[in-house]
DNA sequence: GCGCTAAGTTAGACTTATTCTAGATTTACA
DNA sequence: TGTAAATCTAGAATAAGTCTAACTTAGCGC
């Protein structure tokens, strides 16, 4: 199937992931659709009204992508893995209350603030937890005991 | 059962967290020893010689434990979720290549530095991800291709 | 101590998440 | 095109975690 789109079939290419229609499937639904998906709901939407990819090949498509970059799995709470066309690098706050997991701006670590010896560090993320402002305010105007 | 030793006893009862055999064997495996243990890993080895939690048990008692804040689920990605018994805050380092998760001294992120609007951040934590100092070795001794 | 009640535990069934398998299909490239 | 390697598929298998209903135990007042 060679009907992709140029701009994504090059990116493919640069990547080193062979362009196949579901790994394009996969790749454009997260990229339209920025909530940290899981394979389920991924899976669920690429075969919405038209077959595209077995649950199996949502999950191999993923770890390809994950594996070249244009994909990464974030932070999840032993349930299932949640994922992200990440086009630009972000930390996430993850709310304790309804479990939705925001994207938060990048920042930098300060240099040598992490003593991390002999290990070779390819990438960082911080995980806030809390309240999200969406809970803050439901609370708010609840009894708001806890 | 009340033969749990004073100081652990106190430590329980000062979290709110009433003190049974199950919770308190589930503690002690994961104060000594330092591994990010799965709930499986801690279930076998509870039972080792001697039966003392069901699984659903060591789930359950992991749960207490964590609400009250005397262990603490680490990033986990994707499979299953590891404990820690959080003595102090401390942040985290996964080796890409053999999946440990080491520990990597506390460290504060400078004030302002994130933009995290009305949100109520209870914690957070950085996670390092790359490779760890023994796989690093074992990396350069081999033909060390990728 | 004694007895009551709420909280906690159990084995095992169940659900959900993810991986594996073996045969069919597609991609890359000459 | 032709071919080999990579990828896809449905469904079986495994792993991780939750739930249930009956059975203890902890906490508390007498
Ligand atoms: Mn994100
Ligand atoms: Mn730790
Ligand atoms: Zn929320
Ligand atoms: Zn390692």
């Known amino acids: ?3 992709m789109s140029g701009e994504l079939r090059q990116a493919f290419l640069a990547a080193d992931v062979r362009p196949t229609v579901q790994r394009y499937a996969v790749l454009h639904y997260l990229a339209r659709n920025r909530v940290h998906a899981t394979a389920e709901e ?5 075969n ?5 990819a077995s649950r199996a090949t949502v999950y191999n498509s993923l770890k390809s992508l994950a594996r070249a970059g244009l ?3 974030v932070v999840s709470d032993g349930k299932a893995a949640r994922f992200d066309a990440s086009l630009h690098p972000h ?12 994207d938060v701006a990048w920042f930098e670590l300060p240099a040598g603030k992490a ?8 990438s960082f993320e911080v995980v806030f937890r809390g309240v999200c402002e ?4 439901a609370q708010s105007l609840t009894g708001e005991t806890e």
Chains 1, 2 share one sequence.
Do not use: N, T
């Open 71 to 73: 994909v990464r799995e």
């Open 115 to 122: 003593p991390l010896g002999a290990r070779q560090v390819r």
């Open 48 to 52: 919405r009204r038209d077959p595209r």
């Open 134 to 137: 969406k809970c803050a305010a």
């Open 91 to 102: 930390h996430h706050f993850v709310c304790e209350r309804c479990g939705e997991v925001e």
């Open 42 to 46: 991924i899976f669920r939407e690429v």
């Open 1 to 3: 199937m060679s009907s």
